[in-house]
C-alpha cells in the first residue's frame, strides 16, 4: 500500500494562519512582534529564502527589520550589527542567514545573539535548554519536522526514533525533541555501521545527511513514518541539458511503497521551516514580555 504523503505547505499554511491569529491579538494589546533578518552577501537562494521570510512576516502582521551586509563585511561590524539589534525594544527576533562569508566566525555570531531573541534557537543556552528540558527557543526545521510527524501519528510516546544526521541545526535538536516526547531515540550518521539495518528498526525515520536518495526503500520499515529533511540539486537530464531538479535524502518513490506516510521534496519539510521561525517569533514576544505563549 501507498503511503500517504504529507503535505507540508498545507500544515505550514495552517500554522500561520495561527501566527497571524496571535499577531492579531497581540496587537490588540499594543504588541506587534518584530523579525529582523541580516543577510551577508549575494547568495541567490539566500536572497530568495530571505525575501520569502520577509513577505511570510508581513502577511502575519508582524514588523519585518532587512539587514543586507555586503559579502565583505568585517566580523565586528557584522557583531556591532547584532549589538544594535539586541538593544532595540522593537526587535524580538534575530535570525542571521547562514551560510557565512570565511572571515566571519559563525560560532562567534550565533552566541552573540540574545538567546531570548535567538529565533534559530542556534545559541547554546537554547540547545542547553533543549536538552534539559527546560522551555525555550527550539530550532525551527527539528520543530517543524515534530509537527509533520505529529500530523499523522499524534501520540509517538514508545515508538522507536531514528536520527540519520547529527548536525546542530537539525540532527541533534530533532534528537532532543523526540526523546521530550517519550521516544526512544538512535541518533545516526554517514558513517554508522549496518546503517540499512538501523533504519530498519525506526518507528520514525528522520534523514538528514545531506546525501541524495541514501536512504533506499529497503530500509524502510513497513508502516514508518519517513520525514525528509534533505535538499539536493542533482541534474536533470529530462528536463534538458544543464537542468536540476531537488530531491531529498530519501528516495522516494521506493520508501514510499513501504512506508505509512511520508514527506515530498519539494512541498514537505522546508515550508515548516519559515512557519516555525514567525512561532518563534511570537513565543519570543511574549516571553520578553511576561506574557504567556499562545498555543501554537
Known amino acids: 500500500m501507498s503511503a500517504r504523503v504529507i503535505d507540508g505547505a498545507a500544515i505550514a499554511a495552517d500554522l500561520r494562519a495561527r501566527v497571524a491569529a496571535a499577531v492579531a491579538d497581540l496587537s490588540g494589546q499594543d504588541v506587534t512582534p518584530g523579525l529582523a533578518v541580516v543577510l551577508v552577501g549575494e547568495n541567490p537562494a539566500s536572497q530568495v529564502y530571505v525575501r520569502n521570510k520577509a513577505r511570510q512576516t508581513v502577511e502575519a502582521g508582524m514588523r519585518s527589520f532587512d539587514h543586507t551586509l555586503s559579502a565583505d563585511v568585517s566580523e565586528g561590524a557584522l557583531l556591532d550589527l547584532i549589538a544594535r539589534l539586541n538593544a532595540d525594544p522593537a526587535v524580538d527576533g534575530i535570525l542571521v542567514q547562514l551560510p557565512l562569508p570565511p572571515q566571519i566566525d559563525t560560532q562567534k555570531v550565533i552566541e552573540a545573539i540574545d538567546p531570548e531573541k535567538d529565533v534559530d534557537g542556534f545559541h547554546p543556552v537554547n540547545a542547553g535548554r533543549l536538552m534539559t528540558g527546560v522551555p525555550g527557543l527550539a530550532p525551527c526545521t527539528p520543530l517543524g ?57 525506526a518507528d520514525i525515520l528522520v534523514a538528514a545527511v545531506g546525501r541524495p536518495d541514501m536512504i533506499r526503500g529497503d530500509w524502510i520499515k513497513p508502516g514508518a513514518v519517513v520525514i525528509d529533511v534533505g535538499i539536493n540539486r542533482v541534474p536533470h537530464p529530462a528536463a534538458g541539458e544543464g537542468k536540476t531538479r531537488l530531491v531529498g535524502d530519501v528516495a522516494f518513490a521506493e520508501a514510499k511503497e513501504t512506508a505509512s506516510a511520508i514527506t515530498p521534496v519539494p512541498g514537505g519539510v522546508g515550508p515548516m521551516t519559515i512557519a516555525c521561525l514567525l ?18
Open 279 to 296: 512561532r518563534n517569533t511570537v513565543e519570543a514576544a511574549c516571553r520578553r514580555r511576561g506574557r504567556p505563549v499562545p498555543p501554537l
Open 145 to 201: 519536522c515534530l509537527m509533520l510527524i505529529r500530523s499523522v501519528r499524534p501520540d509517538i510516546a514508545g515508538l522507536d526514533a531514528v536520527v540519520v544526521g547529527r548536525s546542530n541545526i537539525v540532527g541533534k535538536p530533532m534528537a532532543q525533541l523526540l526523546i521530550a516526547e517519550s521516544c526512544t531515540v538512535t541518533v545516526a550518521h554517514s558513517r554508522t555501521r549496518d546503517l540499512p539495518d538501523v533504519c530498519r528498526r
